[in-house]
């Protein structure tokens, strides 16, 4: 099955067609601690967390589930009787979800946007570092409070701006000296909605008790190290073969000046938050 998608959505299947798994390499390893000294090994932890919530969860869907990876630690800590489900608008990705998850979960190919699953269905939906790529942002509010039961609750991570570091300087820089493929000239890489906490809380209407709170993470390695970062970015499968490569060489030799004891730092900053739906969606459920 082929879906309609928003060129936003055909950049991003273009991306996850050549290269599956990255944000789970990208993302897994890095420890999250808040200030109140909350702290978990990785964002896919703090949302697999969800599930120790007062309301025992039935059925569980990981919105825009990529490879499958969250809902395999769900799988390792939900008693049987939980369904899980994932759905993801790449079906090279939902390959990877099926190798690893088996029978243990549904999985869908679908858009965030026209979810393919009835209404009331989950007591809980998580996303992790999707919604921020998201379009039509008022559209997946919507849908996510369709799918979901009254009291049910939404747990998400999105990525946002860092503050700027050296490194991340160069890299922004050096991107802006290469021109895209024509093809995706025009595209928006950041949602401008799931992007702080007041711009979330006041897209979940219909939802109660929002809470959020957010993580800086300190990163440090050698330049390749920073490559291995930076070099996931999505901005990069805007550029041809060739573009990528003299990119990537000219930001090692710029991290390498810049570099103190052959290493250089930078931070990645995630969103954390979570909200109730009180009210159904739509007059008719
Ligand atoms: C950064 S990856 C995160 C994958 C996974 N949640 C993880 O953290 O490992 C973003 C995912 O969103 C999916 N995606 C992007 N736009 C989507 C949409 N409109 N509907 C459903 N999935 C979408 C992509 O296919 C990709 O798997």
Known sequence: MTLPLLKIERFLAH?????????????????????NA??????????????????????????????????NILASRAPTSTELFGVDMSP?????????????????????QALPFAAQTFDLVLSHMALMLFEQEHLVVAEIERVLRPGGRLSAVVGVAPPKSQVQAVFSELLSQYERLPEWRDIRFRSRLFSSPSSIAELLVGFTDFISKSCLIAQDGTPLQAWAWFGGMYELHALTIDQRASLRD????????????????????VLYFSATRVQPAHADL
């Open 250 to 269: 000219e930001f090692l030799r710029r991290c390498g000046s810049i570099a103190l004891d052959g290493r250089v730092t930078w931070k990645v900053k």
């Open 15 to 35: 991306a996850h067609s050549s290269d599956q798994g990255a944000t789970w390499r990208a993302m897994s390893a890095l420890p999250v601690k808040f200030d």
């Open 92 to 112: 090279e990705e939902l390959v990877h979800a099926r190798g690893l998850l088996g029978p243990r979960a549904t999985l869908q190919l679908g858009r965030a």
């Open 38 to 71: 909350e702290e978990y090994p990785s964002t896919y932890e703090l949302l697999a967390s969800s599930l120790n919530s007062a309301r025992p969860a039935a059925a569980v869907l990981d919105l825009a589930c990529g490879d499958g990876q969250l809902l």
